[in-house]
């Protein structure tokens, strides 16, 4: 059953944290402050909960009513702990498929790359706590229903993921234009996690410090990018193509 839940005012957003909610991200008015609001933002950043200051008017188009400065969505799904997912997968007999989403930030290439993992039999996609874009209606849209059906981690940094794959005997590839070798040149038959950038920044180069390959696409055209999950999709069919 889907659940995409807006809650809002600064008291209730407190008791939501405070009670355990899978909060995913909290958007808090410029400028505000008060006693209740430090209490908010000290709960926040202990959580390690996604927030971000937003004019007054930003706030009045999420929710009617009274909102105190701060407006807060609930994840319509449970975040798996990466630990369990890891193991889970290496002990399912499948060859573990993983997909790292370094601040991928745009909601909508966000669901279009989870519908692709979910149709490519990803085992699960890591994203990071702060950064990335929100799961709320329009991933839920763009992603066909698929966030429903593959497991979502979160982690503090995409780097703690990376270092997970690799202690766990998962090799870890970055799509990035700064490499040598193309796509066709790695091998994905054996257990391996891809890392896809964000749309501006690509991936963060302390992370592309710590990956074991690099790889790239083949780029024909004048236009030297390309969209994210169109790059993913293309990275997610090669492993596919080559495991069948």
Known sequence: MEKVTTIFGIRAIIEAIKSGESIDKVFVQKGISGELFKEM?????????????????????????????????????????????????????????????????????????????ECTGVSGIIIQKKGGAPINGDTIKTSAGAIFKIPVCKVDHIKDAVFHMQSSGIKVIAATEKADDYIYDMSFKEPCAIVMGSEGKGINPSVLKVVDKRAKLPILGAIESLNVSVACGAFLYEAVRQRI
């Open 41 to 117: 933002e000290f709960l926040l950043r202990q959580e390690g909960i996604n927030s971000s200051y937003v004019p007054v008017e930003k706030l009045n188009r999420l929710v009617k009513g009274n909102h105190q400065g701060a407006v807060a969505n609930i994840s319509p799904i449970e975040f798996h702990n990466i630990d369990d997912l890891v193991l889970s997968a290496i002990e399912s007999g499948k060859t573990p498929l993983f997909l790292l989403l370094d601040q991928l930030s745009d909601v909508r290439n966000f669901g279009a790359i989870v519908r692709t993992a």
